[in-house]
């Protein structure tokens, strides 16, 4: 009988080891919370009395209100002082705890030591693959995750010339990466399961790609395309499909405004590409079903130099981002007739504005060469995302989200420091 004694607080192991303790009472004291699992070594307890003291019903009462549902011991009320909506009711009647009480945070889980401008993955036969650009090592490495050493571990290397993309394409079972190149062309290599290895499967005409920038895959009425945006004057963003023998030029898409990026979305059900220049506004193209190309639909107006446009849903809406190297980057928002900003983001020296989502978390994570790297989490209450976690990368140029089995991972590629890949975790605040 600890009564009546104006105890504040108790030490987590004040009850280590009291296996055949059967009755406790800390009544009328000044308890507004108790250390997580107290109670664990009392196996025998028959019956705990927690009256005249009222108790802060928020994350730190979360694992009391657990253990009230499963204990076998005859309990008192628990009586709430605060959040304002629960005071002076009953712990059991707090009727969720699980939006208040988690939160999530990313942490550094490997090293790669060595640069790299893109990152993309891939799953074949339930294994978990990460292609990623190299261009001063002249390198296209691919990565396997290790379900033992839990790490990404090198699986092979495509070698070339300042290579600036590796896009992964599943066929059936077939795995190809095609490889862009500033010098000696680009290719497509195909997996072959004699060698083990990427090997060689088709060359991509150096007349029209000259510069590029950026891979897009995307399917449409179950056939497969590719299209690679070239920032070259000479050169031609190219649309490539594929033929069931290998992938040939399909169309090819305008000239002259040297592309930084394609992005494909569906748009109200109908397929369209988004291309971004630095030499005018980003171009709106549609898929026509009878002549079976793509044709000129719309443009995002007043919004020049976007070096990217990333497309992603949330809640069935649709929203792009748009990446800025001077000014603010934009988070526009479809609203069944055009796309209409909904935040701008300070972002002088960015190159990428990259969404992406781990389970109901929504983020965007911003890379600016002149600053830390920001990572901002959608606030479902705001509908904006507020500023969540700076990280510090040099010279950013992709952010690129990675799932294995059980676990979300990110990857952040550096073209002046080591790519860094940081873990998604969750973290419950009781």
């Not at 280590?16 to 664990?40: C, E, I």
């Not at 083990?196 to 007349?207: A, H, L, M, P």
């Not at 990675?402 to 990110?410: K, P």
Request: with cysteine; net charge negative; glycine share 4%.
């Amino acid at each position: 009988f600890i009564e009546g004694n104006k105890i504040e607080t108790i030490s987590r192991n004040a009850f280590r080891g009291l296996r055949d303790l059967t009755h406790l009472s800390l009544a009328n004291n000044h308890l507004k919370t108790l250390p997580r699992d107290v109670f664990s070594d009392l196996d025998s307890l028959i019956e705990l009395d927690l009256r005249g003291n009222k108790f802060e019903c928020d994350c730190k009462a979360k694992w009391l209100f657990l253990w009230l549902k499963m204990t076998n011991s005859t309990v008192s009320d628990v009586l709430c002082i605060g959040p304002a909506e629960y005071q002076d009711k009953k712990l059991n009647d707090v009727t969720s705890f699980d939006y208040e009480c988690t939160t999530t945070d990313f942490v550094l889980h490997q090293i790669l030591p060595y640069q790299s401008v893109s990152v993309d993955t891939f799953n074949s036969k339930n294994d978990v693959f990460v292609a990623i650009a190299q261009p001063s090592m002249e390198n296209c490495m691919v990565l396997e995750w290790d379900h033992i050493e839990m790490n990404f571990r090198s699986y092979d290397n495509i070698t070339g010339q300042s290579i600036v993309g590796c896009k992964a394409i599943l066929v059936g079972d077939q795995v190809f990466v095609v490889v862009a190149q500033l010098f000696g062309g680009s290719h497509i290599y195909k997996y072959d399961e004699s060698w083990t290895k990427f090997v060689k499967f088709q060359d991509i005409e150096v007349s029209r790609i000259s510069k590029p920038n950026d891979i897009e895959l995307f399917e449409i009425d179950s056939e497969m395309f590719f299209v690679i945006a070239d920032s070259s004057k000479a050169g031609l963003s190219t649309v490539y499909k594929w033929n069931n023998k290998g992938f040939y030029s399909y169309q090819s898409l305008h000239e002259w405004f040297r592309d930084t990026d394609a992005e494909f979305l569906d748009i109200d059900g109908k397929s369209h590409l988004i291309l971004s220049s630095r030499s005018q506004v980003p171009i709106i193209l549609q898929w026509n079903k009878v002549s079976k190309k793509f044709v000129p639909h719309s443009e995002i107006p007043n919004m020049e130099d976007v070096l990217a446009v990333k497309s992603f849903r949330m809640q069935d809406n649709l929203y792009i981002t748009l990446t800025r190297f001077i000014g603010d980057s934009r988070v526009m928002k479809w609203n069944s007739k055009q796309f209409v900003e909904i935040q701008a983001l300070p972002s002088r020296g960015a190159m990428t504005l990259q969404p992406f989502s781990f389970k109901n978390n929504y983020y965007l994570a911003l890379g600016s060469d002149y600053t830390f790297s920001q990572i901002y989490q959608w606030d479902g209450e705001k509908k904006i995302f507020r500023l969540f976690k700076e990280i510090y990368v040099q010279a950013p140029r992709s952010f690129t989200a990675v799932s294995t089995d059980r676990r979300d991972f990110f990857f952040a590629s550096s073209f002046k420091g080591n790519t860094q890949i940081f873990e998604h975790i969750i973290i419950d605040l009781s």
